[in-house]
């Protein structure tokens, strides 16, 4: 039936609570922030004047996972989820409203955020900056957007998932502060496959892995669809 | 004309049955009270008539069809489930205006149900400042948002103060005289009783009485008279030949149970028998609901010893 009325409460859901729009903002700021404090100091054998400007997307995507997790754990708290269903009794249909409400800003922000880094770490790093061609940063500003809001959709069906906030966040931040850090240095292999690592190779001028910059950021989509259609499984199959 | 029809529901949680094959209708025009004590299943089978629980088996349907098929929902049904169910960070006004939009239900009608429950001047303050009662009423509000001809409300005075309890009485009984199906759930008779007009009474998930109010009161509370004497032998001789059984309290108080005034009063003088003083005693009716609850209880663990 119609999608539009069940998506536009779903978007004022998300538009009237502060720690949504806060972690929105906290995106922008984490991303540019450590992107130009990374364009300060860049340096190192294996400079990568575009990562340089993009660094920041390490730290912007947990603000960007929290968006995603906090905009599904409200449901799961207080009752919540039983009058959302009880105004949108289809499930698949509610959950793809709410999974578009959180997708659709996570990108827009995303976009922003790729953007205003790319102008603020070029303006950093100055004539370190000359290499890359307007194809490559524009390709790291877009890739910037999809994969701030693959991370933001893929928190999002975890923590339905999950039925719960906090075990989704308690899975990912850990996953993405130590594993990745750890076995994502060691590059080739599974590795690779990881959905951060694959969707950050678009943020790179140079990638020596399997996955280039489009094929690294399909894998991320694939990631956020299987744990929003596993998401979707569990809101279908259980009661609310 | 609409109503809630529940056939042969069954709930199962594990091994536990919540909802044991419940058969009730709730019909339009009139306040249904649902009652049973904490734990009966009647949440539970407001949840499966709202389609958010599934059942085992059986069905219940609103105007002939499951809850999920309804369009717009709201404007058909409207429940109050839990008093939680609106997030802190919210306006209450935010809260009805994002479930207004999902049902297509104009902003107007928001700033109504807001007048409507009393919400008016804290429309614009977060839900988590709320008391619990002001958190009832934007349940309430929001169950009303789409002008429902079903109204279902699990618990609704709870947490309300003296002044809110009877403002929901009256709007209960307004919505019954609109011609709206409205089932309401409580753990207390006499409350129940204050605005309800049919009663179905739930125990440990089984039906215990589908019935007018009227005719529950009338079936199950039962006179009783209370005497006290001079002589007591005459008194007891006088009610044995009558067929009463009177039993003696330690104040020296005897009680006839199941009898008017009206007959004792009258054995006793054509007896002869002093009488310092007669009274006449109604059960309760919150004593009459226990009594009902009770004996299931009783049942059901004689047959689960069997």
Redesign the interface.
């Known amino acids: 039936?119609s999608f539009a009325?069940?998506l536009?409460?779903?978007w004022?859901?998300i538009r009237?609570?502060?720690?949504l729009v806060g972690s929105l903002c906290a995106v922008v700021l984490a991303t540019v922030v450590f992107s130009a404090l990374a364009a300060l100091d860049p340096g190192g054998s294996d400079f990568d004047p575009l990562f340089t400007v993009f660094f920041g997307v390490v730290f912007g995507q947990i603000a960007a996972i929290a968006f995603g997790t906090t905009a599904v754990a409200?449901e799961f708290?207080?009752?919540?989820l039983?009058?959302?269903?009880?105004?949108?009794?289809?499930r698949g249909h509610w959950f793809a409203a709410k999974a578009t409400a959180v997708g659709l800003p996570a990108f827009a922000v995303g976009l922003v955020t790729g953007f205003a880094s790319l102008s603020v770490g070029r303006a950093v790093l100055g004539s370190k900056a000359d290499g890359p061609g307007w194809t490559e940063w524009i390709r790291g500003a877009v890739g910037c957007g999809v994969y701030l809001a693959l991370m933001a959709l893929f928190a999002a069906g975890l923590t339905a998932l999950l039925r719960s906030g906090v075990a989704a966040l308690g899975i990912l931040i850990p996953f993405l502060l130590i594993v990745s850090f750890v076995v994502g240095n060691v590059s080739g292999g599974v590795a690779d496959f990881l959905p951060d690592k694959a969707g950050q190779v678009a943020l790179h001028r140079a990638w020596d892995g399997s996955l280039g910059p489009w094929t690294g950021l399909a894998v991320t989509a694939l990631w956020a669809a299987a744990a929003l259609l596993a998401g979707a499984w569990r809101l279908c199959r259980r009661?609310? | 004309m609409t109503s809630i029809d529940v056939q042969d529901l069954t709930k199962e949680f594990g091994a536990r049955r919540a909802v044991d094959r419940l058969t009730f209708r709730v019909l339009p025009g009139r306040v249904t009270g649902f009652l049973g004590p904490n734990g009966a299943g009647k949440s539970t089978t407001m949840?499966l008539a709202?389609?958010?629980?599934?059942p085992t088996s059986g069905t219940a349907t609103i105007g002939g069809r499951p809850?999920?098929?309804?369009?717009?929902?709201?404007r058909r049904?409207g429940?109050l489930?839990?008093a939680?169910?609106?997030?802190g960070?919210?306006?209450g006004r935010?809260?009805l205006?994002?479930?207004a939009?999902?049902?297509?239900i104009p902003v107007c009608r928001v700033d109504e149900m807001l007048e409507e429950t009393g919400l008016t001047t804290v429309a614009r303050r977060r839900v988590k400042t709320y008391s619990l009662g002001m958190r009832q009423r934007l349940g309430i509000a929001?169950a009303l948002l789409g002008d429902p001809e079903v109204v279902l409300l699990d618990e609704p005075s709870n947490g309300l103060d003296p002044e809110g309890i009877i403002w929901i009485r009256g709007l209960l009984r307004r919505l019954a005289a609109q011609g709206r199906t409205v089932f309401v759930s409580s753990h207390l008779m006499t409350e129940t009783a204050s605005f309800a007009d049919h009663l179905v009474v739930l125990g440990r998930g089984r039906l215990l009485a589908d019935t007018p109010v009227r005719d529950f009161i009338h079936a199950r509370v039962q006179p009783r008279v209370r005497i006290r004497t001079s002589d007591t032998d005459a008194l007891e001789k006088a009610l044995a030949a009558h067929g009463h059984d009177a039993v003696e309290h330690a104040d020296g108080r005897w009680s006839v149970e199941h009898a008017h005034v009206e007959d004792i009063g009258r054995l006793l003088s054509a007896a002869g028998v002093p009488i310092l003083e007669l009274v006449a005693e109604e059960g309760t009716l919150e004593q009459a609901y226990l009594d009902l609850t009770a004996s299931e209880a009783e049942f059901t663990t004689s047959t689960q010893e069997v």
């Open positions: 039936m009325p069940a536009r409460s779903e004022m859901k009237t609570v502060r720690s409200a708290r207080g009752g919540a039983r009058l959302s269903l009880s105004a949108v009794p289809r009661d609310a | 949840r709202l389609g958010l629980d599934r809850y999920a098929t309804l369009t717009d929902p709201l049904v429940a489930l839990d939680g169910a609106a997030h960070s919210r306006t935010d809260h205006r994002a479930l939009a999902s049902n297509r929001a």
